[in-house]
């Protein structure tokens, strides 16, 4: 099994492992130079969130020329430009923004989301390190996490290990980095710890598809058929038209 790495979490709502979660409350607050920017950098990351890229690229635009020193203008410009498939410049973006703002650790982590998805893996884990040194981050497991994603990627299980148990440091129970470190257990067949893991996971945090299909593969390692049933059953029931449904049905019709 692979670690999933789509859970990266940017600025922006993003896919993760576990469910859906934002930096919102640790942005800083945008203090443009003229309103007109602010309004239009609210438009382009709402055309952003709905998935108009276009729209979103043309306000976002608008937003930095009006002042060129917005900073999370650039770093949401850049996030669209890489949804339209415009690397180069998004890099460029991402690089103006960091220069503009070099303690903006939103900013630094959604540069560290686009370096990880590049493959640019020690590159994006220089700025997730540096997002989660800025004193006044207070959701510093979430870059913390990511840099463990990104290096589980790499792969780097020993340096990723490291980085979960540093996030869950800050939070002993933050969902992320409890299953992503139960997941990486269950990869490096340490099923016992992974089984640990997902219990704590699960303690406080709703159980999805994924991560039931996850207890599904850890009590089947360990030899646990009864267990491995529960997990079974209960994603039949509960998530009766999941992938994961689909592929237990191929793997035990």
């Known amino acids: 099994m692979k670690l999933n790495t789509s859970f990266l979490v940017a600025c922006v709502a993003s896919s993760m492992f576990v469910g859906c979660v934002t930096t919102d409350s640790g942005t800083s607050a945008a203090t443009p130079s003229d309103d007109a920017a602010e309004q239009n950098y609210n ?15 043309d306000r976002l ?3 930095t020329k009006l002042d060129p020193k917005y900073a999370e203008a650039h770093s949401m410009l850049a996030m669209t430009l890489v949804r339209l498939d415009k690397i180069r410049l998004a890099t ?23 370096l ?21 981050n207070d959701n510093a497991e979430i870059m913390l996490t990511n840099a463990g994603v990104c290096m589980a990627e790499k792969p780097d299980h020993a340096v990723a290990e490291a980085y979960f148990r540093a996030a869950l440091e800050i939070r002993p129970t933050y969902g992320e980095a409890l299953i992503q470190l139960a997941s990486l257990m269950h990869v490096t067949a340490d099923d016992l710890k992974a089984r640990a893991f997902l219990q704590r996971y699960l303690a406080g945090n709703e159980a999805t598809a994924a991560v039931l299909y996850l207890g599904v593969q850890i009590e089947a390692t360990l030899g646990d058929d009864r267990a491995a049933d529960d997990y ?3 994603i039949f029931t509960d998530f009766p038209d999941s992938a994961e449904a689909r592929q237990l049905r191929i793997e035990r019709p």
């Open 43 to 57: 438009l382009g990351t709402q055309y952003f969130r709905n998935g108009n890229y276009d729209l979103a690229r």
């Open 61 to 63: 635009e608008r937003a």
């Open 92 to 114: 460029e973006s991402f690089n103006r923004a960091v220069r503009l703002e070099p303690d903006n650790f939103n900013v630094r982590n959604a540069y560290g989301v686009f």
């Open 116 to 136: 990880c998805q590049q493959k640019q893996y020690d590159e994006a884990r220089e700025q997730f390190d540096r997002a989660a040194k800025v004193r006044v």
């Open 232 to 234: 079974r059953n209960q």
